[in-house]
């Protein structure tokens, strides 16, 4: 297992365009999670699956943002309409639920909004 | 809701000194803590958690950490620093009645190892 994976590692766009970014988790993990770093601060949660069933959504995550994990295996994260205030790491992290096991976190999507 | 502070941006230290990172949260429930480290371009490792039992964890690298419930802190310590260990540290909790597992973190410590 090469734990959890995200794609792309970089992505530069145009403020207004659509992206959308990717997150492989654990195999064998039922848990996924969202979370959002910008420069010089640590992560903020956005949103979480278990299984295929999007159980929490923080309040970060406006309108323009949706998540999905429709197999109940990789998820997708777009933002719509991007805005510069959207630039940050996109970290993916997976667990298998209790606490005890913690997370695996992803090497993140860097989103830079110009 | 939970917060955390970690009180250093920066702590610059010398190789083989030693090195404490300070962190207090704040919280109206009992918590679970986490110490995890981020390298440069990379995602986020867990260093070590308490989540129940002894105060005083042990974690990978040498590091450990002491949770004080009467001060709500978990520092994190290490005897002798090494080069390698220079990165951001980030303390994080959880709400022990929070079925989501959702960590709360605080805005992190980069640790500069200077030679």
């Known amino acids: 297992d090469t734990g959890v994976s995200q794609d792309p590692r970089h992505k530069i766009t145009k403020r207004g365009q659509n992206v959308t970014f990717r997150c492989d988790p654990i195999?064998?993990?039922?848990?996924l999670y969202w979370y959002r770093q910008t420069l010089g601060q640590g992560p903020e949660f956005l949103t979480y699956f278990q299984n295929e069933a999007q159980l929490e959504k923080s309040r970060l995550l406006s309108d323009r943002f949706s998540a999905e994990r429709p197999k109940g295996s990789f998820s997708t994260l777009e933002i719509q309409r991007t805005e510069q205030g959207d630039s940050a790491m996109y970290l993916c992290a997976s667990s298998l639920g209790e606490i005890d096991y913690g997370y695996t976190f992803g090497s993140g999507t860097r989103l830079t909004v110009v | 809701a939970q917060s955390v502070t970690q009180l250093d941006s920066q702590v610059p230290v010398f190789e083989e000194a030693p090195v404490e990172l300070r962190c207090n949260y704040s919280?109206?429930?009992?918590?679970?803590l986490f110490w995890y480290v981020q390298y440069p371009n990379q995602g986020l490792q867990l260093l070590l958690k308490y989540l129940s039992g002894s105060t005083l964890v042990k974690g990978i690298n040498g590091f450990e950490a002491e949770f004080n419930k009467s001060q709500t802190s978990f520092h994190l310590r290490k005897p002798s620093v090494h080069i390698s260990d220079t990165a951001e540290y980030f303390c994080a909790v959880c709400p022990n009645n929070n079925a989501g597992n959702m960590l709360t973190f605080g805005g992190g410590t980069r640790l500069m190892v200077k030679p």
């Open positions: 919280s109206s429930v009992s918590v679970y």
């Open positions: 195999s064998e993990h039922n848990r």
